[in-house]
């Protein structure tokens, strides 16, 4: 009888998940729930047995008949009912999202019970839970939220049960990273390399769910997703439009608002802002959602004052204009196919911020009042990091340039920095 096909991709024990998960033995019981073998069919490690140390050394290099993920299970870890009360906690503090979630709070907790919590997703969000408490929190409360919108528009029990299971799943990927390199920036201050880690999770988020359990193929696919933008802006593939699935619509909001709340002052009407500040990127129907609750808030105040915005607008204003002129330039220079790639995406990324910057009426001398003040620093501000993520963005898609292609790019890189 043939071996069973063994999925692609996981073949070896990921270090960054195996050493999540030996972290999270130290204080979880974590056993092989089978015997472990590698591809030649020597035996690794027992069924029943803790995972350890010596696990670890064992599984260095080795390719595995099954998978590591399927082999191993946490006996005191995650489970429906934990997941229940975890939602409660959440629930019950006072957050920016208070006024969005309370309203639908008994019935998110009743359908967190019925959440299928397959073998392998219960493994991760157990380690997940010991050893990057964070990241749970996060999962947890990506889950209640995206329930919450699918309640508030009226969704039936089955698409508020995937919406939910999407949120909750949608950064596993993330194990799989060296946790130097998460999102706990909110992707805002990541240099090169750490971007380079990042942008590969969803994809991973996505193999693991297609191929390490029985999700539906829909969760799988917003896992994907859950950092693309409708105007082909995001990340891994740069998807536009109908290209993204209404379930991965759903979840880049939820993850867009969840990381501007994980800044050091949280603040729905900044996460407000950062939905709506590039006209197209996101669905309008979610993003009225998180835009209503964060009127009944306190509105943005101003750190600085209107004399300091004013100059800052300017010199995004110029910085905007260097940036396209730069990289309309350096196109007729360009000798490599991989610098031409960057530069259109540059041009491309660079015509929606500008799209936002019109949209926004931030080009007017007369936009900065003291009624204005506030949102137009958080508009400002938002702009300001997207032209640093249009930098890596470009970076990243032009990979190695021979050295004048390479200094050409990095021309461009200095118009897209704003000090």
Known sequence: MNAPARPAGFTTANPHALAT??????????????DIFDLSGTKLWARDLPVSQALQRKL??????????????AEDGVTSHSLVESTKTLLDRVTPLTILLRPYADKLVREVGHLPLHSVVQLLLTAGQASRPES???????????????MAHGGDTQALRVAMVCGLLHDLGEMYIDPQFGEADADRALDLQSYQQLVVHPHVGQLLITQLTDYPSVIARAISEHHERLDGSGYPLRLQREQVSPQGRLLAVTEATLNVLRADTPQLSRASVSLR???GEFDLQWVGL????????PELHATLAADEIQARLAGLDAALHAAHASARDLMDD????GLKDALTLAQHLLSRLRTGWN?????SKESVTANTAAEIEAVEDELVFRLRAIQRAALLHAGKLPLGDAQRLNQLCDHLVVC
């Open 277 to 279: 500040v590039v006209p």
């Open 21 to 34: 998960i030996l972290e999270a033995s130290q204080t979880k019981r974590i056993i092989a729930s089978r």
């Open 136 to 150: 749970f929190d996060h999962a947890v409360q990506a889950m209640v939220l995206n329930g919450a919108m699918v």
């Open 359 to 363: 949209a926004s009426g931030l080009w």
């Open 60 to 73: 260095l290099d080795r390719q595995l008949r099954q998978p590591l993920e399927t082999c191993l299970l």
């Open 290 to 297: 998180i835009a209503h609750a964060a009127q009944a808030q």
């Open 334 to 337: 360009a000798e490599s196919a």
